[in-house]
T-cell receptor, first 118, second 109 residues
Framework: NAGVTQTPKFRILKIGQSMTLQCTQD?????MYWYRQDPGMGLKLIYY???????DKGEVPNGYNVSRSTTEDFPLRLELAAPSQTSVYFC?????????????????FGSGTRLTVV | DAKTTQPNSMESNEEEPVHLPCNHS???????IHWYRQLPSQGPEYVIH???SNVNNRMASLAIAEDRKSSTLILHRATLRDAAVYYC??????????FGKGTRLSVIA
C-alpha cells in the first residue's frame, strides 16, 4: 500500500516556466489537498477537492491550477513560475469526516516536492 | 477559522512524559481538536483527534479540558524519534485542516 505518492521530489524551474506536480493516492480517499510550506512556517492550503470533478480554492490559490478527473489523481499546475513559489509542496488525502467517525482517521500526506524557482 | 495558541518550542528528556499544551478559547461546539506532527524533512502525520472526551491511541493521549477551551497532547515516554513540530488544529466539520506554526519539540538524550 503506497499511500500518497508525489513526483518529482525535487525540481528547479526558471522564472516563467510551467510545470505540473503529480499526486496519486491508492487508498480510495474522496478528499485530496495541496499545501505549500515555506521555511519555518506552517502549511498553507492551496486547493482541495472533495471528489472527482470538484475542486475549491484554499488560502493561497493564486498562480496555481488543479483538476480532479479521477479519485486517485490530483495534479497541481504552475503556469508561470515566480520566485515566490519557491517552497515545499505537500499533497494529502483523507476520507470525509463522517467516514472518519466510523474509524478511518486523519490525513495521509505525501513526502513532498521541493521546488526552487530561479 | 477557529484559532489555537501553542508554545513555539518545548524541550524534553528522553524516556520522560511530555505534555504539549494548546489553547483554543474560541472553540465552537462542532470543532474537532486534531493533532498532527511533522518530523524533519517529512510531511505531517496524523497523531490523534477528539471532540469532547479524552482519547488514547498507540501514539499518544489527548486530554481535553471540560470547557474545551484547552487541550494537551501527552506523549507517555518521549524518544529521540518524537522530535518534531506538533500542530494543534481545530477542524469544523469537513473543512480542510488549517495549520499554524506549531510547537517544536526537542528531545534530549
Amino acid at each position: 500500500n503506497a499511500g500518497v505518492t508525489q513526483t518529482p521530489k525535487f525540481r528547479i524551474l526558471k522564472i516563467g516556466q510551467s510545470m505540473t506536480l503529480q499526486c496519486t493516492q491508492d487508498m480510495n480517499h474522496n478528499y485530496m489537498y495541496w499545501y505549500r510550506q515555506d521555511p519555518g512556517m506552517g502549511l498553507k492550503l492551496i486547493y482541495y477537492s472533495v471528489g472527482a470533478g470538484i475542486t475549491d480554492k484554499g488560502e493561497v490559490p493564486n498562480g496555481y491550477n488543479v483538476s480532479r478527473s479521477t479519485t486517485e489523481d490530483f495534479p497541481l499546475r504552475l503556469e508561470l513560475a515566480a520566485p515566490s513559489q519557491t517552497s515545499v509542496y505537500f499533497c494529502a488525502s483523507s476520507y470525509s469526516l463522517l467516514t472518519q467517525d466510523r474509524g478511518s482517521y486523519g490525513y495521509t500526506f505525501g513526502s513532498g516536492t521541493r521546488l526552487t524557482v530561479v | 477559522d477557529a484559532k489555537t495558541t501553542q508554545p513555539n518550542s518545548m524541550e524534553s528528556n528522553e524516556e520522560e512524559p511530555v505534555h504539549l499544551p494548546c489553547n483554543h478559547s474560541t472553540i465552537s461546539g462542532t470543532d474537532y481538536i486534531h493533532w498532527y506532527r511533522q518530523l524533519p524533512s517529512q510531511g505531517p502525520e496524523y497523531v490523534i483527534h477528539g471532540l469532547t472526551s479524552n482519547v488514547n491511541n498507540r501514539m499518544a493521549s489527548l486530554a481535553i479540558a471540560e470547557d474545551r477551551k484547552s487541550s494537551t497532547l501527552i506523549l507517555h515516554r518521549a524518544t529521540l524519534r518524537d522530535a518534531a513540530v506538533y500542530y494543534c488544529i481545530l477542524r469544523p466539520g469537513n473543512t480542510p485542516l488549517v495549520f499554524g506554526k506549531g510547537t517544536r519539540l526537542s528531545v534530549i538524550a
